[in-house]
């Protein structure tokens, strides 16, 4: 029958404190995927979610840089990671704070399974969003996280080209086997905005990731232009989705997005 009221509260108390699990993947690398990763976390954070960040790029972990926490370590109690506190609301942890600084990253599949384990396994507190910042593509990483840690979600981050875009359909395909609902498709680097005229042009296209999101049935996100000051600022370790300018702005509507 229907669940009565004390049911429904215990759900709903149960449904609070619930970590989500949302996975930002791509199918290939340097699409930009890391960097829609923290600025979702970033603005989550500012628009008052607790938020906190995971870096399971083992083969580029780059968040650290993005969110300006370089050299910082973890530190560790019974046995339980305590995330880093980055500068701008959220904590996090990466797979390159658990290896020696400057070391070349080349863990096989378990134990990289088990270093993803111990980052989602940490000490995270009140986090109610946990985003994750997946390797490119469709390996074991993506696999460890379906199985053991399923994430509410999937965002799938592409750029407009042609090859990008058949690499994403192969990281949907995964997540709709693992059964993870894809949130949307963000199509990175769409849109050149000169930063000397103002003018936009396309180089890699445009328009390519929202027509797949529409052939494949998922919603589109957005777009977010190829900006100079977006990797300026995201090299600087500050995030554009923490600045109030144009920069900042696709970020924002993306984080509301995927808030929803
Ligand atoms: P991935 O995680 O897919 O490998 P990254 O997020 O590391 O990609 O981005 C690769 C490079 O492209 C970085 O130097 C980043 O600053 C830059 N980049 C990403 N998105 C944009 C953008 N919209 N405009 C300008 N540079 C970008």
Known sequence: GAPGIAETRVAMMADKVRRRIVAVGSGKGGV????????????????????????????????????????????????????????????????????DPGQAIAWRGPMAGNALAQLVEADWGDVEVLIVDLPPGTGDIQLTMLQRFKPAGAVIVSTPQDLALMDAMRAIELFAKGKVPVIGVVENMAGYVCPHCGEISDPFGSGGAQAAAKSAGLPFLGRIPLELAIRQDSDAGRPPAASDGAEGKPFLALAEAVAN
């Open 32 to 99: 930009g995927k890391s960097t829609v990763a923290a600025n979702i976390a970033v603005a989550l954070a500012r628009m008052g979610r607790k938020v906190g960040l995971v870096d399971a790029d083992i083969y580029g972990p780059s968040q650290a840089r993005l969110l300006g926490t370089e050299g910082i370590r973890p530190t560790a109690r019974e046995n339980k990671l305590n995330p880093v506190a980055s500068p701008w609301g959220l904590p996090m942890l990466s797979m390159a704070q658990l290896a």
